[in-house]
């Protein structure tokens, strides 16, 4: 049953939480009047929620008691309508240690993770930033990425002709570009530091996941070289685009220029290194 006592406020900036927000819309969990970005919410709907804290814990407001509820509280009440068991297991301790955390991880790097600038014209919803939980966001995802360049290696890279390195050649090949970005990043403020080691961590990945329907294809159908040369070709083109967005976003393009030749410059080094027998 669809609840109309209850409004979600949400940043509309951030296409993960406009994702979720319209799910909860289109399985019936809130009606539309349910669903408030903040850019469009009343003074009095404002004033009734901790604006700090909203910032980092996405608020439920119910309208009838003014009771507030945030971040993983507001989710497990907005599913507990249609799973009432969610909401006990959800406040078990143990669990709600765990998806507390979880969220928190979401959250604080969220805008890390989509790269979305506020329009100066709405209200700038960017979380605070927590240097545990991006710590752990670069930690993580640095893992992820070296672990996944094992099937890179096996699966991609070795089929193509004129390369020639090894599976340890190729770590450390990665393991040197990383060691460059933690030196680059000693030259930034602290924050912007993290915000840059952030967004290539995170473009890393983005390029190693639109790899993946290129290894399943070679895998499975061996669709041939030019196929292969083809879809590199569009992924490089895709991924520089990405890459002057994200240091754009992260306000490193243009006042630390600098930095980011020479991030470019190792990135292109790297490329070239893998055809290059050592």
Known sequence: MENTDKILVYDDECPLC????????KTGLLTTEGRKPFSAASPELLQAINWKRSKDEIPLLDLNTK??????????????????????????????WFLKRLYSFISYNRKVIVAAKSSPSKIDCTPSFNLFYRSLFLI????????????????LLSQIPGYSLTTGQLMALHGVIVVINCILALFLPKQTAFEYLGQVNMLALVTHLLLIPLLITDAYLNPGSWVNFMYLSLLTIVIFKEYFRRMDYANILSRYRLIVSINLACIIGMCLCLFVPF
């Open 67 to 96: 009771q507030v509820w945030y971040g993983i509280d507001a989710l497990l009440e907005i599913l507990g309508q249609k799973m009432p068991l969610i909401i006990p297991i959800g406040r078990c301790k143990p669990v709600n």
């Open 140 to 155: 993580i995802f640095l893992i992820a990425n070296t672990l996944m360049l094992y099937p890179v290696h096996q699966h």
């Open 18 to 25: 406009v994702a979720y927000t319209s799910a909860f819309v």
